[in-house]
């Protein structure tokens, strides 16, 4: 589930925070 926070978070803070998370 970490995917579905990263997600949430990157709406939030920015698109990079969610291509970050990812592997």
Do not use: A, D, H, Q
Request: hydrophobic share 50%.
């Amino acid at each position: 589930m970490s995917y579905v926070i990263c997600f949430g978070m990157g709406m939030v803070f920015g698109m990079f925070v969610c291509r970050r998370c990812e592997p």
